[in-house]
């Protein structure tokens, strides 16, 4: 099995938010007996989490072969059988036996839409959930904002670092995307603006506006345009990789700008690109202009 793949997992596991996010999310959805659909179950643990609720039977879909494999070691082992049932393959064409009364997923990118979740769910629900079922997440949105660093990533290329100047770096870098795991909060310049969105059983595909305008709403160094997901898993219960938590598995998405002073009321207009493979979050672009106050 693919060693990164594994790494990624572990990755995931330990991100203890995310576990208690979806764990919060599948309390309210899942009702004692209720057929669950976990779609890119992966190592089972949302499918555990929904038994645990209560769930009479779980659909663990997986579409990579050596994933599923090892998924049906792992129901084995925990002698899950009759309680839960693998069924590897692509979850936009699989037809269950039965109508699932909860879909969960976990499928997001650093970005949100790189892993093409909503579209997979909005093919798998269209014909296996029940009238009336729940949908976790039912909402992901792709959100940007200007920041400035607090003292690190691309926020350390500045005129002042111990004294000493180190902008002249900002002149080798390339204009593209950059993942950042931050360890400290950066200083929002401006109030985030949702630049895709998708709402579960609203029949459209993620759509991404060609441009939004970013008011700065406070004085700064602008450093950076940042790119995040928000996804609403159920009525009071969200998971965002914005701002960073301790064990979070999701970088930000981060765009640098040439370190530029701005001032409230200064006017960004910002649109994000995709790449023709939306998997590949490092090829997103984006386009940027900066009108400033008079």
């Known amino acids: 099995m693919d060693q990164r793949l594994l790494l990624m997992h572990q990755t995931m596991l330990a991100d203890r938010p995310r576990l208690a996010a979806y764990d919060r999310a599948l309390e309210r959805a899942v009702g004692a007996g209720d057929v669950v659909a976990d779609v890119g179950a992966g190592l089972l643990v949302l499918s555990m989490l929904a038994l645990r609720h209560g769930a009479g039977h779980v659909y663990a879909i997986e579409a990579d072969p050596e994933t599923a494999a090892l998924a049906a070691e792992i129901a084995q082992a925990n002698d899950l059988k009759g309680r839960l049932t693998i069924v590897q393959g692509d979850a936009r064409t699989v037809r269950l036996p039965e109508k699932a009364d909860v879909v969960v997923s976990e499928m997001m990118g ?54 000493h100047r180190l902008d002249a770096v900002q002149d080798r870098v390339a204009p593209a995307a950059q993942l950042h795991f931050f360890q400290r909060p950066p200083t929002l310049l401006s109030r985030p603006v949702t630049i895709a969105d998708h709402r579960s059983g609203d029949g459209r595909r993620p759509h991404a506006r060609e441009s939004r305008t970013l008011t700065v709403t406070r004085p700064g160094r602008l450093q950076a345009i940042v790119g995040y997901f928000s996804a609403t898993l159920a009525k009071g219960v969200t998971l965002s990789n914005l701002p960073s938590y301790p064990g979070c598995n999701w970088a930000v998405w981060v765009w640098p700008l040439r370190h530029t002073p701005v001032s409230a009321g200064d006017l960004l207009r910002v649109g994000l690109r995709p790449p023709e493979d939306v998997r590949n979050v490092l090829d997103y672009r984006l386009s940027c202009g900066l009108r400033q106050r008079r």
């Open 110 to 163: 650093n970005l949100g839409p790189e892993e093409q979740m909503m579209e997979v769910l909005g093919a798998f629900t269209e014909t296996n959930l029940a009238p009336g079922g729940r949908v976790v997440p039912h909402r992901l949105a792709t959100r940007l904002a200007a920041i400035e660093f607090d003292g690190e990533g691309w926020g350390l290329w500045g005129e002042d670092f111990l004294g």
